[in-house]
């Protein structure tokens, strides 16, 4: 079979829409969070967010909706998304995870762990939490864990990942969101057994 002269290739197609998502999140990422964490308090739900906007715009080039004025389309996803956050709040929430913001400086995992210095049950509970961890981030497929810890505890951008291995921004993005459903999810269980102990 031919493919006639100036008929774009199925390749070349999915190439050009990974430019253009990488370049989206590129150009959008740093606006966008800013917008949403003056809306969101917490950390955690603002990067959530974020990923689901992206995550929506990934959605949308593939089943080919086209997306004119991004930015405007990307904040209107990102209030909707604000919107709905509100309205199904929970009373209570797990704590940040591995990076949040104090200060304008960023924590990491062993910031928001308990220390082993405070005695004999917070190096316990710090024992329990880095096993529990552990083994959700075992229980992962194996991309989905190298792109959440390349990301939040390297701190490497989606950018840098999708050049060193060949997997485009949008694929990062989703195996992240996903990534990080599972671990909230598995670690909800033990934070509910320390907090309500």
């Given amino acids: 079979m031919r493919i006639a002269r100036g ?4 390749a070349w197609m999915a190439a050009e829409e990974e430019q253009r998502i990488a370049a ?6 740093g606006r966008l969070r800013r917008f ?4 969101v308090g917490d950390a955690e739900e603002a990067e959530d967010i974020l990923q689901d906007v992206f995550y929506e715009l990934v959605l949308a080039y593939r089943l080919m909706q086209p997306v004119e004025h991004l930015g405007a389309w990307l904040f209107r996803v990102a209030r909707n998304r604000i919107t709905d956050l509100l309205r199904k709040k929970k009373a209570q929430r797990l704590p940040s995870g591995a990076v949040a913001v104090e200060d304008g400086e960023e924590l990491s995992l062993e910031d928001l762990l308990p220390s082993p210095a405070d005695g004999p049950e917070a190096a316990y509970a710090r024992g329990v939490l880095l096993e529990e961890l552990e083994a959700a981030l075992d229980e992962l497929p194996e991309g989905r864990r190298d792109v959440f810890v390349a990301h939040e505890l390297e701190r490497r951008s989606f950018k840098e990942m999708s050049a060193q291995t ?6 990062l993005l989703s195996r992240k969101r996903y990534a990080v459903l599972h671990l909230r999810r598995r670690l909800e269980a033990i934070h509910d057994e320390f907090t309500n102990s």
């Fill in 24 to 29: 989206a999140v590129e150009s959008q990422q």
């Fill in 166 to 171: 060949g997997v485009g921004v949008s694929t």
């Fill in 7 to 10: 008929v774009p290739s199925v």
């Fill in 36 to 39: 949403i964490r003056r809306r």
